[in-house]
């Protein structure tokens, strides 16, 4: 039967996915962008900076637990759009961040608790209900390709929808600092967080479950569900612990694998506007094109991260080794981000270019790691792994954004930043390897998860 004759309706979820992945990285990226500027306006160091953005890891680690099981147990389109409204309040929050900040240290201060600068408590308070919202993207749309897509297509779509995130990271430098320019920081935050709201209306207009949706036709539906074993409402919604989804292997192989690596994805979204600054002495709108060509890079990664497993599989290959074998060949690219200091005194764009393969690689993986949750658990716990390992992989963030700061702090006082950075993004290079290293020893071979 031809693609004409089955229907593209998945095709449609599959873009709104895109767009509100799109949306989700718009919305996170605007303080970084904004950071060289509102660290010189509130007099930010390098730890204030890092203690703002691994709040954001923290609450966003956190939430994504919880968020896994919210999705399981209330379904998708719910889950979703509450995600979204609140991620929307949040981004816009940080136009109030000062009076917030406000707020924040005298309630902190009447119950004895420490007390930080208005403006960091302020910031923390905007990126901690940001990150509140944020966490239900990738969990919620994981769940939703599992339900519309067979999964011989699972990773090549969530390739296509997870390249929302590298139009987000285009996007945001082509438009934010000039927002800003034009009508100031706090406009900036306003206008870009709005547009989640617009993304809410198409959202409950066009989706609903695979098996109540009048815009699926029924040779669709079978195609989706080819591989799948029926299951009622009931089996669907039944709660499962998370103690028995942690007895698993497949669990912490992905546990693992999201808690080396996302905080890989993460340094460079937060850091970058910052390191441009710092070693080239770029200001304000002269970052918008660098950082424009990086992520437009990491487009190809994102992409054809999703293909490469399908290529194997059409080699023979069975799909779990396949997807290993493309996800070894992936680890490999990040390795040059190891030329990016020794090199960088060429021109500003080695860097930029070498970050950018690394950056690219990491959204082939991530493709590729959110796909094995879906091809190994049945889909009443999809969200709910997803959500163990987004959490580990903020907690690795959290890491990796606190050591950041502490290291950038230290080599600057001593006269050399670059030597912080240089450390950074050896750790960035090699993490990838480290991690599919363990995966695979926790599964050696592909095993569906029958007992759930």
């Not at 039967?1 to 992945?21: D, E, H, P, V």
């Not at 919620?140 to 519309?148: G, N, Q, R, S, V």
């Not at 487009?299 to 396949?322: C, D, E, R």
């Not at 764009?349 to 959110?370: C, D, E, R, T």
């Amino acid at each position: 039967m031809s693609s004409n004759q089955i229907g593209k309706y998945r095709w449609t979820i599959c873009a709104l996915l895109f767009f509100a992945t799109t949306v989700n990285y718009l919305d996170r990226q605007v303080l970084s962008l904004l950071a060289p500027d509102l660290s010189k306006e509130f007099g930010w160091s390098n730890t204030d900076y890092a203690n703002i953005t691994a709040v954001f890891q923290f609450v966003y680690a956190i939430s994504m637990l919880f968020a896994g099981r919210l999705i399981d147990k209330i379904g998708t389109k719910a889950a979703y759009t509450l995600a979204i409204a609140i991620w929307s309040i949040g981004a816009i929050l940080h136009a109030y961040a000062i009076p917030a900040g406000e707020a924040t240290s005298n309630l902190l201060a009447t119950l004895g608790l420490a007390v930080v600068p208005v403006s960091v408590a302020g910031f923390m308070l905007s990126r901690a209900v940001l990150a509140f919202g944020e966490a239900g993207n990738f969990p919620a749309a994981i769940k939703a390709t599992a339900e519309y897509f067979p999964k011989h297509e699972r990773s090549f779509a969530t390739g296509i929808f997870n390249s929302g995130a590298n139009i987000g990271a285009i996007l945001a430098p082509l438009t934010v600092p000039w927002i800003a320019a034009k009508f100031g920081w706090q406009t900036a935050f306003i206008v870009i967080g709005a547009i989640g709201f617009a993304w809410m209306v198409a959202w409950e207009i066009l989706y609903d479950k695979p098996e109540k949706q009048k815009r699926l036709s029924k040779a669709e539906l079978d195609y989706i569900q080819q591989h799948d074993a029926p299951v009622s409402d009931a089996v669907t919604t039944e709660k499962t612990s998370w103690l028995k989804l942690l007895s698993y292997r497949q669990t912490w192989a992905f546990v693992f694998g999201k808690f080396m690596t996302d905080g890989v994805w993460w340094f460079f979204l937060f850091w970058l506007p910052k390191y441009l600054e710092v070693q080239y002495k770029m200001q304000k709108t002269e970052i918008v094109i660098p950082l424009a060509v990086l992520y437009s890079m990491t487009m190809v990664g994102s992409i054809g991260g999703g293909w490469l497993p399908s290529y194997f599989m059409k080699q023979g290959m069975a799909p779990y080794t396949g997807r290993m074998r493309a996800m070894l060949l992936i680890a490999v690219f990040p390795l040059v981000v190891l030329l990016a200091q020794p090199f960088g005194y060429i021109s500003s764009w080695v860097p930029v270019l070498l970050i950018g393969i690394g950056a690219s690689a990491h959204q082939a993986w991530s493709a590729n790691i959110f796909t094995t949750v879906s091809d190994m658990f049945p889909k009443k716990a999809v969200a709910s792994v997803v959500g163990i390992g987004g959490m580990a992989g903020g907690l690795g963030g959290v890491l990796i954004s606190k050591s950041g700061g502490w290291l950038f702090d230290y080599y600057k006082a001593a006269g050399h930043i670059q030597t912080g950075y240089t450390i950074m993004f050896s750790f960035c290079a090699v993490a990838y390897l480290l991690a599919w290293a363990v995966m695979k020893a926790l599964v050696p071979a592909h095993k569906d998860i029958t007992d759930l």
